[in-house]
């Protein structure tokens, strides 16, 4: 029976709790749709793909991955103040953009897109966060190898 290897295409299917097996649920992914990744593509968390290795088609796992091991704590720096001509689209500014709790995707300096979450707006500033929305939790995860192939 197939192992999970360094080059396997895993299919998993899992519960994703925040903090522990009684923790808040987070993200469900069925047998019928699974999540599919390759290991060592930099897909997963690395420390998620060592717990992969080595598991068969059909056997369950349970893993608890620390938050230092998955994204990390929050920060403060995450947190960045932009000038509200930031959300200007087509020459217009979007007042709905800049509404708290609003997603804003964006591109940093390298031209990677960051994905932020509006906090506050603060006269002519915008307050928005970007520390990855899993920042700060430990991860539980509860699931079943669906398939595994090369």
């Known amino acids: 029976m197939k192992q999970v290897e360094r080059t396997s295409v895993v299919e998993v299917a899992y519960t994703l709790r925040a903090d522990g097996p009684e923790g808040e649920e987070l993200e469900t992914c069925t047998e ?6 390759r ?5 997963v968390l690395e420390a998620f793909e060592n717990q992969m290795l080595g598991k068969k ?11 230092n091991e998955a994204y990390g704590e929050e920060t403060e720096e995450a947190i960045v103040a932009l000038p509200k001509e930031t959300f200007l689209v087509d020459g217009k500014l979007d007042e709905e953009v800049m509404k708290p709790g609003e997603v804003v995707p964006m591109e940093d300096d390298q031209g990677n897109e960051v994905v932020g979450v509006v906090v506050n707006r603060d006269g002519d500033m915008v307050h928005v966060d970007f520390n990855h929305p899993l920042a700060g939790l430990d991860l539980h995860f509860e699931g079943v190898i669906v398939a595994i192939s090369q």
């Open 32 to 37: 019928e749709a699974p999540f599919v990744f």
């Open 39 to 43: 290991m060592g593509n930099e897909e």
């Open 57 to 67: 088609a059909g056997e369950p796992f349970e893993c608890l991955i620390a938050c």
